[in-house]
């Protein structure tokens, strides 16, 4: 070779280089699609393998029983904080049992105290676990979160709820109180007959919208502990933050319902199948709106964001919306200013003991 190579023209030896080269590259390209190929057989492998496991459970028939059992053996409490649209997503949810097979019921407390009786938290941990011919349930009320671990369950209920930009929510009970909305116009409210607007309430101090009536959303996800209906407590806050991370499937705001009903019917199709489409109709139970609201001026609301209460509050709500951003944007896609759920993106592998 080494001869060959002296007796060579130097034009040659450098279209022999060449050759060599592209060889070499077409040989690397070769084996780069070879592993490309290898790689795209394992996975479709892998997937029929997983989709002999799922025949292989479906045909068996205890197993799939307690598959349909685990299903219907589901239960949602929806703890519903007033005038954050609660009313309006409650609605699609009653619009969807029949078809989607689940009962609806509302819990209705004595004079909406969202705070019940030790004897009353026992019956309606019972009632949730035991009352098999309401399942599965969605339940519904203006009740602070209740923690089932306490009494002792094994399956806990899934939580979800929706809260509000504070100022917005306690200006939009302000009026509510005093002329109600588009829902029920002909029913009498607690301060009907007052006229005096949210701006002159806060300017003369008054106590249907004092800093304390923000108070509100952090005791919800608090819970029944006498610190969480403590005004402006810190361990409250704290606590609230911990249930809304640990303790709520979703936590979603208003501001941004519906795609907090798109993140439900994807991950909950036993009980959302059909409620985005349902909500976009725009029918007239799905947009309740107070009636007579003014919105408050900007010496109102920088008045109401000097108290500490607020600032907690609205914390809180920051943090709630900071979640439900992060999980959206892991769940969906975004194109022509429409969202999309994402498809299914993971999938498995190296499954062992192999299958004969």
């Known amino acids: 070779m080494g001869l060959l190579r002296i007796m060579m023209p130097p034009k040659l030896q450098l279209l022999a280089v060449v050759a060599f080269a592209v060889a070499m590259l077409l040989l690397l390209n070769k084996v780069q699609k070879q592993e490309e190929s290898l790689s795209k057989l394992e996975r479709a492998f892998a997937r029929h393998e997983v989709r002999e496991s799922e025949q292989r459970h479906t045909l068996d028939g205890p197993r799939q029983d307690a598959a349909l059992d685990e299903e219907e053996d589901m239960v949602i409490i929806y703890n519903r904080v007033p005038k954050t649209a609660s009313t309006s997503f409650t609605n699609i949810a009653y619009d969807l049992c029949a078809k989607n097979k689940y009962h609806v019921l509302h819990i209705n407390t004595t004079k909406n105290n969202p705070v019940m009786s030790l004897q009353d938290q026992v019956r309606f941990v ?42 917005e929510r306690l200006v939009s009970y302000y009026y509510f109180l005093r002329f109600g909305d588009d829902y029920r116009p002909g029913l009498r409210r607690r301060k009907q007959g007052d006229k005096k607007t949210f701006d002159e309430c806060v300017a003369e101090g008054g106590s249907d919208c004092a800093p304390e009536k923000l108070w509100l959303q952090i005791p919800f996800f608090c819970g029944h502990s006498s610190e969480c209906w403590n005004v402006g407590s810190r361990w409250a806050m704290d606590q609230a933050k911990y249930n809304l991370i640990n303790e709520y499937f979703l936590v979603g705001v208003t501001e941004e319902l519906e795609d907090f009903i798109m993140l439900l019917e994807a991950a909950l199709p036993r009980f959302f199948r059909g409620a985005t489409e349902l909500y976009r109709t725009g029918k007239k139970s799905h947009l309740r709106k107070t009636t007579e609201k003014k919105l408050p001026t900007k010496q109102t609301i920088a008045k109401l964001q000097q108290s500490d209460i607020w600032k907690m509050e609205n914390e809180f709500y920051e943090f709630a919306l900071e979640q439900f951003q992060f999980i959206r944007a892991h769940a969906v896609r975004e194109k022509d200013g429409d969202l999309y759920i994402l498809t299914q993106n993971f999938f498995y592998e190296k499954i062992y003991p192999k299958s004969n």
Do not use: C, Q
Not at 144 to 161: H, Q, T
């Open 126 to 167: 019972k009632n949730i676990t035991s009352w098999k011919e309401m399942k599965p349930g969605f339940y519904h009320g203006h009740i602070s979160y209740l923690d089932f671990a306490k009494f002792g369950v094994k399956k806990k209920p899934i939580y979800i709820n929706v809260i509000r930009d504070p100022i």
